[in-house]
């Protein structure tokens, strides 16, 4: 087997509709300048609120990893 060395990134992704949504945004947009992706990590979610309280937008932080290339 050959070895690999994978870079990680952080990415926020937001949706006005859900945190799945969210995350699968910035996957998604990832995936158009990023080739080999590997792993998508959710390690945040949180919620932004307009100044009554309401929810605006759902927001995942994710750590995405794709293979290093030379």
């Known amino acids: 087997m050959t070895e690999s060395v994978y ?3 952080e990415l926020i992704g ?3 509709e ?8 910035a ?3 990832a995936g158009k300048t990023l080739r080999d992706l590997r792993v998508a990590e959710v ?14 937008a759902y927001r995942a932080k994710l750590n995405v990893s ?4 030379d």
């Open 7 to 9: 870079k990680v990134i």
């Open 14 to 16: 937001t949706s006005s």
């Open 18 to 25: 859900s945190w799945e949504k969210a995350a699968a945004a």
């Open 27 to 29: 996957v998604e947009r």
């Open 43 to 56: 390690v945040k979610l949180d919620l932004q609120l307009d100044a009554k309280g309401k929810i605006e």
């Open 66 to 69: 794709f293979k290093y290339e």
